[in-house]
């Protein structure tokens, strides 16, 4: 099993806020074990705990961390970070030498990053090169390097989806 | 060669309009021909158009259509209608059924989206069944669904990145 978990730079509280919901919300369903937020912003940390609650599993979401430390810390004990951005090396390109770490940090800016960045991730990762989304771009991510990110189970869950083809069913277990 | 092509509903002026833009700009980035908006917006037209004009290819963008004229029309034409949904069929369940179509309509709501769309949908998809995020789900399937996802050339770029393993440059051919 790798552990992944992503790391949010340079998120603005109003103006980013429904974008990070996304970027914390995908981690969780593709299969990161958490969010580390680098702002400081309450809704964020409230929404995504309230659909934790509700829709099971164990995904941890932090606010107010240091990036810096945050990715010194993951480098000292043994992961990889992994930074996305429009201008680094295709995914495909890399994506067997990333697999084989088993702690991969993403590491996923909003519009501007320090520029410092580039040079402290281990892996400068593009999902196309062209500008579009780091939701979509951590989406991708996640289903190439985690094996079970379409397919995963979240425990202890107080709503759950019954797939249906066409309608909405949900199970309150 | 498939033909995909995205149809956004539900897009609400001011509140959505980020969100939006990333649906449209992964659409592009991924392969789609174009972007239909149920809603009119020329904020969100221009957006696109102008990461067109820069960066290549010719994704097209148009707003204010309405949504059951435009899937009719695609079914009429012998295309079949995919509505993105957490509440549909796994991705991974269907996928290859899907891909017997060379023609595909990906609807991506808002919030809420008419109860009608689950039934006027020949499929309806899932990117797991749990709540995450429309641009996320976007991504996924057309990186399942379109063998060039990744690697698309966009003619005509006057902005283009050559990827770097630690920093940014671009070309302006």
Same mark, same amino acid.
């Given at each position: 099993?790798?552990?992944?978990?992503?790391?949010?730079?340079?998120?603005?509280?109003?103006?980013?806020?429904?974008?990070?919901?996304? *970027?914390?919300?995908?981690?969780?369903?593709?299969?990161?074990?958490?969010?580390?937020?680098?702002?400081?912003?309450?809704?964020?940390?409230?929404?995504?705990?309230?659909?934790?609650?509700?829709?099971?599993?164990?995904?941890?979401?932090?606010?107010?961390?240091k990036?810096?430390t945050?990715?010194?810390?993951?480098?000292?004990?043994?992961?990889?970070?992994?930074?996305?951005?429009?201008?680094?090396?295709?995914?495909?390109?890399?994506?067997?030498?990333?697999?084989?770490?088993?702690?991969? &940090?993403?590491?996923?800016g909003?519009?501007? *990053?320090?520029?410092?960045?580039?040079?402290?991730?281990?892996?400068?990762?593009?999902?196309?090169?062209?500008?579009?989304?780091?939701?979509?771009?951590?989406?991708?991510?996640?289903?190439?390097?985690?094996?079970?990110? &379409?397919?995963?189970?979240?425990?202890?869950?107080?709503?759950? *989806?019954?797939?249906?083809?066409?309608?909405?069913?949900?199970?309150?277990?």
């Amino acid at each position: 099993m790798v552990y992944f978990a992503v790391l949010r730079l340079g998120h603005r509280p109003e103006r980013d806020q429904r974008v990070t919901t996304h *970027v914390g919300l995908t981690a969780r369903a593709l299969g990161a074990a958490g969010m580390y937020l680098a702002s400081a912003d309450k809704y964020i940390v409230e929404g995504i705990q309230d659909v934790v609650d509700r829709w099971g599993g164990d995904f941890f979401i932090k606010d107010q961390i240091k990036w810096r430390t945050c990715i010194n810390r993951w480098k000292e004990s043994g992961g990889i970070v992994l930074h996305l951005t429009m201008y680094g090396i295709p995914l495909q390109d890399i994506e067997e030498l990333i697999k084989k770490s088993d702690r991969i &940090l993403i590491v996923v800016g909003a519009e501007k *990053v320090p520029g410092e960045l580039f040079g402290l991730a281990d892996y400068n990762v593009a999902v196309t090169n062209q500008p579009h989304s780091e939701v979509a771009g951590l989406a991708v991510v996640l289903d190439h390097l985690n094996p079970t990110a &379409l397919v995963r189970e979240f425990p202890d869950a107080k709503l759950k *989806v019954i797939p249906q083809e066409h309608g909405k069913r949900t199970d309150t277990g």
